[in-house]
């Protein structure tokens, strides 16, 4: 009985933890896969074939550094025009602003598909040609939502009085942003971007609808399991995977060498 | 600035300092020169406008009107990152993402001081927090961030300092350590200090001047020993340690007043009243009454004020006895006598006689009500016979 007691809350960590990250391992063992036939769905025999040649198929690449370029430039200007609205929302009073608070949530509500399907209406009324410009028009649209809410809240959660200390030293108006608002603010800006870039890097149907012609990386899976997902796919999405990792890994590991340092001072 | 170079402090002053929070007027028509290099220390209940006078001298707030001199200079519109005043915050807002050396340096760095390095190591001494100095404040004690924000405000050699209650999270002891290392930078570097508290014996302790606020204005102001004996308002009795006071009507002017109260009289020096009229609140400290025995009332000399009463409570403190005396008319009045006198003390239920010089006695105006100044909730306490 005791033990049972003692053991119960581990075994369901266990437990939720394989429930998480199943799927995960059975995308980085797949990609181990030499399939028989065309789909990568059944264990056959270990092969590094596809991480060897991970661009041997033609437009997995192609589709993948699509994908990060749009990611990137999209997370960027969310970013910066995501940063500059919460500041606004947070720090002025102007006419509007409490409708601008509640609009700004409005590309978070609306489903995805509704949003796709709309703006690819916008944009053939508007004769606007499809392609990677649209695609980033629509991601940058949608992600700045999530960047003012996730910049609003570290904004509100700071005390102000640090940015009355730096004007009690000396600090210009400048100064106070560049060492004291700014370093204070910046985690949340940094969370904000890194779920910026994975929202655009992951979506589907928005990017679906307002392509064209352009193969993002989602859409070029979208397209590859109705013949067969080749196993390059799983490399990539292991590698993916790795990289969201390592980064987290990375900053952890930054926060315990500092900590570190500090007791053996 | 170099360093041993006596530099020019001039003194701080307020004209018809004004600011209004729509109906509230946090702070009224405030008018005070605070002289260089003295320890001044601004007191008064909470809400009574004191951060509110600091944020103006700082800078942080307007003011709805007045101005703000330093010297002769008017800066009243100067912003707050060009005046030569610094502020220690009631919570210290230490920058929390900068180390405490950062945090020191943070004023020099912003104008552009050279030898940045040496005065921070200087500064980091004098507050004792030198091995510290690469730690974040979130990894010191509440008594370190204090001292912290003390080096990093006066690092900048201010002409005035401001000191939002710095002392208010710190326990007792620490207080008084604080409280003894702030006078001492204080007499080191011979800037002037403001210091905003509620603690009574904090702001009489350090202080050269003390200024006793209500509701947004100055009750009185002088040299600490000079407002505790001789409040001029009821609320400065009340609020500046504990005062017995008893209303009556004067029956002769002079060079001695008399007052007449409950059929006895008092007398006090015209000196020390400032009742404008016939009705006149009488005064007197708490220890500054003799506790007597009925049967030995002619051991008081025959000029002190006397009360006659039974003891309801004896409690003693150690250094002193404090009882509490009721006297026919149903007032309490309580008397601290030093724990030296040789023999018995009076018990509860004795007839006691309470005698005190005329020269402690002091004459108010009654017009503000004789509970001004007391906390509101002793004074609900007091009057509800259940309790
Ligand atoms: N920004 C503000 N807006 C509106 N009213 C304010 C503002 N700041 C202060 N007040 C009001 O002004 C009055 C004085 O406030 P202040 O902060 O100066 O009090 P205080 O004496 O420092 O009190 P405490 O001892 O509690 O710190 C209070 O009634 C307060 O409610
Ligand atoms: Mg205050």
Redesign the pocket.
């Known amino acids: 009985m005791r033990w049972i007691r003692q053991n119960v809350i581990g075994a369901i960590a266990i437990l939720v933890l394989l429930y998480l990250f199943l799927p995960i391992a059975v995308v980085i063992i797949f990609s181990f896969n030499n399939p028989v036939g065309k789909y990568n769905l059944s264990w056959n025999e270990f092969s590094l074939d596809a991480w060897s040649q991970i661009c041997g198929v033609p437009g997995v690449c192609s589709s993948f550094v699509t994908s990060i370029q749009i990611g990137l430039i999209t997370t960027t200007f969310a970013t910066i025009l995501g940063t500059l609205i919460a500041f606004a929302l947070v720090r002025y009073r102007f006419r509007g602003r409490s409708s601008t608070n509640l609009l700004i949530f409005m590309p978070m509500a609306t489903p995805e598909i509704v949003m796709g399907s709309s703006l690819l209406a916008l944009f053939l009324n508007l004769s606007f040609p499809l392609g990677a410009v649209t695609i980033m028009i629509a991601h940058i649209m949608f992600i700045i939502s999530f960047v003012v809410v996730a910049v609003k809240a570290r904004l509100q959660g700071m005390d102000p009085r640090l940015e009355e200390a730096a004007r009690d030293l000396y600090a210009s108006p400048y100064a106070t942003f560049r060492y004291v608002t700014f370093p204070l603010v910046l985690p949340g800006i940094i969370g904000a971007a890194l779920l910026g870039f994975s929202l655009s890097f992951d979506d589907f149907i928005i990017s679906f609808f307002n392509a064209g012609t352009l193969v993002t990386f989602p859409i070029y899976i979208w397209g590859a399991a109705q013949r067969g997902i080749p196993p390059q796919v799983n490399a990539l999405a292991s590698l993916v995977f790795m990289s969201a990792l390592l980064i987290v890994l990375s900053a952890q590991l930054v926060a315990w060498r500092k900590r570190r340092s500090l007791a053996t001072r | 600035m170099p360093e041993g170079v006596s530099r020019i402090v001039e003194d701080l002053r307020l004209a018809n300092l004004t600011k209004q929070?729509?109906e509230?007027k946090?702070v009224d028509n405030l008018s005070i020169t605070i002289p260089a290099g003295s320890f001044f220390a601004l007191l008064?209940a909470?809400?009574?406008?004191?951060?509110?006078?600091l944020r103006m001298v700082a800078g942080l707030e307007d003011p709805s009107a007045g101005q703000v001199f330093i010297g002769d200079k008017d800066i009243t519109e100067l912003r707050a990152f060009q005046r030569p005043v610094n502020t220690v915050f009631?919570s210290y807002a230490l920058f929390p993402h900068l180390d405490i050396y950062e945090n020191v340096a943070f004023g020099l760095r912003r104008r552009g001081v050279k030898d940045v390095d040496a005065q921070v190591g200087r500064m980091l001494e004098l507050v004792e927090l030198a091995s510290l100095a690469r730690r974040k404040p979130s990894q010191l004690s509440g008594g370190q961030q204090q001292r912290v924000a003390v080096a990093r405000a006066l690092i900048n050699k201010p002409d005035v300092l401001l000191l939002d209650?710095p002392l208010g999270a710190l326990d007792l002891k620490l207080r008084r350590q604080m409280q003894i290392e702030l006078k001492r930078i204080q007499s080191e570097v011979g800037t002037t200090f403001v210091h905003?508290t509620?603690d009574q014996e904090e702001a009489m302790t350090m202080a050269d001047t003390v200024a006793v606020m209500n509701a947004g204005r100055i009750e009185q102001l002088g040299h600490p020993a000079d407002v505790y004996e001789t409040p001029h308002t009821i609320f400065v009795a009340n609020f500046l340690g504990q005062s017995n006071l008893i209303a009556g009507k004067k029956v002769t002017s002079g060079e001695i007043v008399e007052v007449a109260a409950f059929g006895l009289g008092f007398k006090m020096p015209a000196s020390r009243n400032v009742a404008p009229g016939m009705n006149i609140v009488v005064g007197v400290r708490p220890e500054k009454i003799t506790v007597l025995d009925l049967h030995d009332e002619d051991k008081l000399p025959a000029a002190h004020n006397r009360i006659f009463g039974v003891v309801t409570d004896v409690s003693y403190t150690g250094v002193s006895t404090q009882y509490l005396v009721e006297t026919p008319w149903g007032q309490t009045i309580i008397a601290f006598e030093q724990n030296s006198i040789v023999g018995d003390r009076c018990a509860v239920g004795d007839q006691v006689v309470l005698g005190w010089a005329p020269e402690h006695t002091f004459g108010l105006d009654p017009a503000e009500g004789l509970t001004s100044g007391l906390d509101k909730a002793v004074v609900e306490l007091e009057s509800d016979p259940e309790a």
Request: glycine share 24%; charged share 10%.
């Open positions: 929070f729509g509230t946090a008064g909470s809400g009574c406008g004191k951060t509110t006078t009631q209650e905003v509620h």
